[in-house]
């Protein structure tokens, strides 16, 4: 089985920063995209950002500017660093893998995280 935890969420006054963390876990080949979803109340889960296993990434229009993707292919790990943080960022975050697990095919199956809080107060 494959986990993925997720870490670094709290409570920050707007115009602060928090680091997310997440480390996936199990029986792992390859890890192709990873990133990062939120789902505020009442609302849809929604795309923050996203990273490809050489590095491209994308991010959600709201985000640009403010937050950074980061990966450690080694350690299987993705981070997201956000900067300049609004009340509108307040929200679970969750982490998302597309994680290959066996060798005799290429298939890649999607994991996510249980979340981590983010609170923005203003």
């Known amino acids: 089985q494959v986990q993925l935890v997720e870490s670094g969420g709290g409570l920050v006054q707007a115009g602060g920063s928090l680091r997310l963390s997440c480390a996936a876990s199990?029986?792992?080949?390859?890890?192709?995209?990873m990133g990062w979803y939120r789902q505020a109340p009442g609302k849809d889960r929604e795309l923050v950002a996203t990273?490809?296993?050489?590095?491209?990434?994308n991010y959600a229009d709201s985000v640009k500017g403010r937050f950074t993707i980061s990966r450690d292919n080694a350690n299987n790990a993705v981070y997201l660093q956000m900067n300049s943080l609004k009340p509108e960022d307040t929200a679970v975050y969750y982490c998302n893998a597309d994680v290959r697990k066996y060798l005799w095919n290429n298939n890649y199956y999607e994991y996510w995280g249980q979340g981590t809080q983010v609170t923005v107060s203003s």
């Open positions: 990273i490809a296993s050489g590095g491209n990434t």
């Open positions: 199990g029986i792992i080949i390859s890890i192709n995209s």
